[in-house]
């Protein structure tokens, strides 16, 4: 029988597709899929990592409570696993956060509670604050996603081995977006102890600050760093998931490349992803272009376009100039 025992049992083992239609060099471009997860996101396999790691350390007891500052997909992560373990979930995010995601939490069962999103990390108001706040008060389990090792550990355990394996070690090239940093982080520290000629490239949005920091080693000028429309990846700080020493590379593109890449590649390949999965696509088809054939680039689509189609819609994309 091939019977799983939870639904957590689908975690993870996403497919590795070539895109090439989207691609037509002479070196393989491939993506892992991350919408095929239960929560059809790359963050279920840190629900699960970051819930794990807080048992095993006794910092979470049964029927204890979880708050998490998040975008949504780390807050889907764990509200999936945090119902099948018997713990209450509550998720303070920015006003940025598309209505359907809040529902989505809800569906799941979890607290939402929503904060300005103009505001520095250090205000008060801001959902990172908030998070603290709730954590003092109700006695709650706050994983942090942006500084706990279990997020880059979820990644070097599942997606590294699994990149490793389906590529029959040949990848040469790993291209991700960078948010918290775990996925690249993770992943890279895999692949770099198999083969350490493997080439890291984090993929940033303008307005974020890895890309220039990765450059110059500071935080670019304050006017340097402002919102974007692009979900899920930049930041306005550096996480202590980035490990710097297993990323070789960050390349910056726009919000336009990062919605034009995402609606070009579901036209040319049916594969329909999150914006942060379209500048990272476009990345990497900038790394594959000259290289020549035995090249193999993996980069990866952490969630699913539905999720933002209050945003991913041909109206909402042109009044913004984001397509014609
Ligand atoms: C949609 C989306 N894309 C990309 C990322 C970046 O992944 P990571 O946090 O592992 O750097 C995230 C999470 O922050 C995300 O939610």
Same mark, same amino acid.
Request: charge should be negative; aromatic fraction near 8%; include cysteine.
């Given at each position: 029988?091939?019977?799983?025992?939870?639904? !957590?049992? $689908?975690?993870?083992?996403?497919?590795?597709?070539?895109?090439?239609?989207?691609?037509?060099?002479? +070196?393989?471009?491939?993506?892992?899929?991350?919408?095929?997860?239960?929560? #059809?996101?790359?963050?279920?396999?840190?629900?699960?990592?970051?819930?794990?790691?807080?048992?095993? +350390? =006794?910092?979470?007891?049964?029927?204890?409570? /979880?708050?998490? %500052?998040?975008?949504?997909?780390?807050?889907?992560?764990?509200?999936?696993? +945090?119902?099948?373990?018997?713990?209450? !979930?509550?998720?303070?995010?920015?006003?940025?956060?598309? %209505?359907?995601?809040?529902?989505? !939490?809800? *569906?799941?069962?979890?607290?939402?509670?929503?904060?300005?999103?103009?505001?520095?990390?250090?205000?008060?108001? #801001?959902?990172?604050?908030?998070?603290?706040?709730?954590?003092?008060?109700?006695?709650?389990?706050? %994983?942090?996603?942006?500084? @706990?090792?279990?997020?880059?550990?979820?990644?070097?355990?599942? $997606? =590294?081995?699994? &990149?490793?394996?389906? $590529?029959?070690?040949?990848?040469?090239?790993?291209?991700?977006?960078?948010?918290?940093?775990?996925? /690249?982080?993770?992943?890279?520290?895999?692949?770099?102890?198999? @083969?350490?000629?493997?080439?890291?490239?984090?993929?940033?949005?303008?307005?974020?600050?890895?890309?220039?920091?990765?450059?110059?080693? $500071?935080?670019?000028?304050?006017?340097?760093?402002?919102?974007?429309?692009?979900?899920?990846?930049?930041?306005?700080? &550096?996480?202590?998931?980035?490990?710097?020493?297993?990323?070789?590379?960050?390349?910056?593109?726009?919000?336009?490349?990062?919605?034009?890449?995402?609606?070009?590649?579901?036209?040319?390949?049916?594969?329909?992803?999150?914006?942060?999965?379209?500048? *990272?696509? *476009?990345? +990497?088809?900038? /790394?594959?272009?000259?290289?020549? *054939?035995?090249?193999?680039?993996?980069?990866?689509? %952490?969630?699913? =376009?539905?999720?933002?189609?209050?945003?991913?819609?041909?109206?909402?994309?042109?009044?913004? =100039?984001?397509?014609?």
């Amino acid at each position: 029988m091939e019977i799983r025992e939870n639904i !957590l049992e $689908t975690i993870g083992n996403t497919p590795l597709i070539r895109l090439s239609r989207f691609f037509k060099g002479e +070196a393989v471009l491939a993506v892992k899929v991350e919408s095929f997860n239960p929560g #059809s996101s790359v963050k279920d396999r840190i629900g699960l990592s970051l819930i794990e790691a807080a048992e095993q +350390a =006794g910092k979470l007891k049964p029927g204890g409570t /979880i708050v998490e %500052p998040t975008s949504g997909n780390t807050g889907v992560g764990l509200a999936i696993v +945090a119902l099948l373990r018997g713990y209450k !979930l509550v998720c303070t995010a920015s006003s940025k956060i598309p %209505p359907e995601k809040v529902a989505l !939490l809800e *569906a799941y069962g979890a607290e939402v509670i929503t904060c300005p999103a103009d505001v520095p990390p250090e205000d008060p108001r #801001s959902y990172y604050k908030m998070a603290e706040k709730v954590r003092d008060e109700r006695g709650a389990f706050l %994983p942090n996603q942006y500084a @706990n090792p279990a997020n880059p550990d979820a990644h070097y355990r599942t $997606t =590294g081995p699994e &990149i490793w394996r389906q $590529t029959g070690g040949r990848i040469t090239h790993w291209v991700t977006s960078i948010g918290t940093g775990g996925t /690249i982080s993770g992943t890279a520290k895999y692949l770099k102890e198999k @083969n350490r000629d493997i080439r890291v490239i984090g993929i940033d949005i303008e307005g974020s600050v890895f890309g220039y920091y990765r450059e110059h080693g $500071t935080m670019p000028p304050q006017d340097q760093i402002h919102q974007y429309l692009a979900d899920g990846i930049g930041e306005d700080f &550096i996480p202590a998931c980035v490990w710097w020493d297993y990323i070789d590379e960050v390349i910056t593109v726009s919000d336009k490349t990062a919605y034009r890449t995402t609606m070009e590649l579901t036209r040319k390949e049916g594969i329909f992803c999150g914006s942060s999965g379209g500048a *990272a696509a *476009a990345g +990497a088809r900038q /790394i594959a272009e000259p290289l020549a *054939a035995g090249a193999i680039v993996v980069t990866l689509l %952490p969630d699913s =376009g539905e999720r933002y189609l209050s945003k991913l819609n041909n109206a909402w994309m042109r009044e913004r =100039g984001l397509v014609e």
